[in-house]
């Protein structure tokens, strides 16, 4: 099925021809349909395989069929967890319905409200928002949401991560009793399970994933390194390979600042990412990222949760997350479509229960780099000028068939 085959506005059609939508993906082609026949929807989807999409195409569909007169009112609400996922989807939804006139709105704190007040104003139909900000204009009477049709929560799983379980459940008391409900995760679990059930009636139930949980196109391997000796080997491989996009993930935001400090004193250019920057300046520093005039990213897993970031190299884990399922969502950030990845994580010795409970998870054995004690006292002593080759041990260690 291509998307010029659905029941859907030609001007939508039209967009998704000329952005390069033709045929969608898994998750695409089992919830478009029932989100146009109106269905309550429960879909499990990892990160990356056009979930957004699969919401905003036939949410505008519903927009554009059902607009009365020439005010409009706030009939889509999409609740997301971070500022950085706002803007993304609100920009999503932007780029589909670019030739329908429909208005979408981002709202998030950490900005001026103000100027979110003033576009409130301007007949929003598509109200994307994290709940902080929302339940503030809602109190101060600026936002509506007495006729919205369709509430989205996406990225519940992170929702839930963040403490937003008692804003989801408060936010059904602003919302018409007769709405289509979609709730999209990455993950699932017991409590993600009852707060599904809370908010969705008789949904259609959706679990898209692949056979694997990890792609066969990013190659992993593991060093065993002591805690204090991280930066150097981070330091060493950022130098050995200076042309590529690397995100390097960290447990904290204090964390991601001192690798960033260290780096900088070994003279590599990176930033950190994380949620105690400025929200300007962490939309600035996306789109730095983005647009490669920044390859290297010091992030945590809460920051970058959910963003889009195309054509990533190298995904370095130099914190093993505590959470197993977040070292598929890491590395699950490179080898996207036909494109070859590579995934490296730094294991302390604390670590090797965390490592365990990976390879359990994934179902793989992760290669080990094994390096000779005067290799790995070289990196540590003389970091700034030995060259130990990654790149070889990178090579010697590429079998792709092992995670297939």
Request: charged share 25%.
């Amino acid at each position: 099925m291509k998307f010029k085959d659905y029941h859907i506005d030609a001007k939508l059609k039209s967009q998704l021809e000329y952005l390069g939508f033709n045929r969608p993906t898994d998750i695409q082609f089992r919830a478009i349909q029932a989100i146009l026949d109106g269905e309550d929807v429960m879909a499990v989807a990892p990160t990356g395989t056009g979930k957004t999409a699969a919401f905003a195409i036939p949410v505008l569909q519903h927009v554009i069929r059902n607009r009365k007169g020439k005010h409009k009112n706030i009939s889509v609400l999409v609740l997301v967890p971070t500022r950085e996922l706002a803007q993304q989807i609100a920009e999503a939804f932007d780029a589909i319905g670019k030739k329908t006139g429909v208005n979408v709105l981002a709202l998030f704190g950490g900005v001026d409200q103000d100027p979110q007040i003033k576009a409130l104003n301007g007949n929003v139909e598509v109200l994307v928002s994290t709940p902080g900000r929302m339940f503030d204009l809602i109190s101060q009477g600026y936002v509506d949401l007495n006729h919205v049709a369709h509430f989205i929560i996406d990225e519940a799983d992170l929702m839930l991560d963040l403490g937003f379980n008692d804003d989801i459940r408060d936010v059904l008391r602003h919302l018409p009793r007769k709405r289509q409900t979609l709730f999209f995760t990455a993950t699932l679990n017991k409590k993600i399970k009852a707060l599904a059930y809370d908010v969705v009636r008789n949904a259609i139930r959706i679990h898209v994933s692949p056979k694997n949980p990890v792609s066969k196109n990013v190659q992993h391997a593991v060093s065993h390194v002591e805690m204090d000796d991280k930066r150097f080997f981070l330091e060493n491989l950022l130098n050995e390979f200076e042309t590529g996009k690397f995100i390097v993930f960290v447990r904290t935001k204090v964390r991601a600042e001192r690798v960033v400090a260290a780096m900088e004193r070994a003279n590599i250019s990176c930033e950190a990412l994380h949620g105690g920057i400025d929200q300007d300046l962490r939309f600035a520093i996306l789109e730095r990222f983005r647009k490669g005039e920044n390859t290297i990213l010091i992030t945590t897993d809460v920051a970058c949760r959910g963003i889009d970031i195309p054509s990533m190299d190298y995904v370095v884990n130099y914190d093993l997350p505590e959470n197993p399922e977040n070292y598929v969502h890491r590395c699950g950030r490179t080898g996207r479509g036909n494109n070859k990845g590579h995934a490296l994580s730094f294991c302390a010795e604390n670590e090797s229960v965390l490592l365990e409970e990976i390879e359990k998870y994934t179902g793989h054995e992760i290669e080990v780099f094994d390096l000779r004690p005067e290799d790995y006292h070289a990196i540590v002593g003389e970091s700034e000028s030995h060259d130990k080759n990654w790149k070889k041990l990178l090579s010697d260690n590429d079998n792709p068939e092992s995670w297939d």
